[in-house]
């Protein structure tokens, strides 16, 4: 029994009612609990900055917006997905556009989409798609003299179930690369390469989530996130959010 069917039984004692006109009554209120303010999807999308909003746009054919909203579909209607931007970078407006986009659409899934920056410990080059796993907070920390410590916050990270099911199974069986339309980005010197720098791949990791945009290898601050968090594989600003 989930929590939509615990409240609606302290509302509607069952004795009051007949037994078959009591579960159609929680069914009923199920229903309308499954659509938020706007509608109802299975997979709600989240992008950042313009040239991912407009990527992930035209992969998915997303070129109806909804009515008096900033939220895309495609033109069979929004039950399977939504698409928008949100208001800016960094973990505040993602928490936000989290927000909304629960309030509004009651998707099964929310992803967010968007680039990330490749660390040195990885595997993961120029151009590569990088899926979490594991999502460290890397600005949550504690600074005394001599020391700089991490500290940990409570967080649902990517569910074990999503991964297992899907993510998985994609990446071995590798049918989404028929489906990628643009170019592989040309290298330039300094640029991460994987192990295959010819070859686009798909890795699986942890990804470690800032608020800063780390542009700069020989930076202290981006040297500390590199070394603190080596299984990582990459590094974005809205994962925790």
């Not at 999502?135 to 005394?144: P, V």
């Not at 930076?219 to 590199?226: S, T, Y």
Request: with cysteine.
């Amino acid at each position: 029994m989930n929590s939509s069917n615990l409240r609606l039984a302290c509302c509607v004692p069952p004795y009051r009612v007949k037994p078959i006109l009591f579960i159609r009554r929680m069914l009923c209120d199920d229903r309308r609990m499954e659509a938020g303010r706007t509608g109802k999807t299975v997979v709600g999308i989240l992008t950042v900055i313009e040239e991912e909003f407009e990527a992930v746009q035209v992969a998915l054919k997303a070129n109806v917006r909804h009515p008096h909203t900033g939220y895309w579909h495609h033109r069979r209607g929004s039950s399977g997905f939504v698409l928008t931007r949100m208001g800016d970078r960094s973990t505040a407006p993602a928490g936000e556009a989290t927000r909304d986009m629960i309030e509004d659409w009651r998707p099964d899934v929310i992803m967010v989409v968007g680039i990330a920056g490749a660390l040195s410990s990885s595997d993961a080059g120029l151009g590569d798609v990088v899926i979490p796993d594991y999502i460290h907070y890397g600005e949550f920390r504690k600074l005394t003299p001599g020391q700089d410590a991490l500290r940990y916050a409570a967080y649902d990270h990517p569910t074990v179930s999503l991964r297992r099911h899907f993510s998985d199974g994609i990446c071995e069986e590798k049918q989404w690369m028929k489906r990628v339309a643009a170019e592989r980005p040309r290298l330039r010197t300094g640029d991460r390469s994987g192990s295959n720098p010819r070859s686009l791949k798909s890795v699986i990791g942890a990804v470690v989530a800032a608020e800063k945009i780390c542009g700069d290898p020989d930076h202290p601050e981006q040297d500390r996130i590199f070394t603190t968090f080596e299984n990582a594989v990459a590094l974005d600003m809205e994962s925790f959010g």
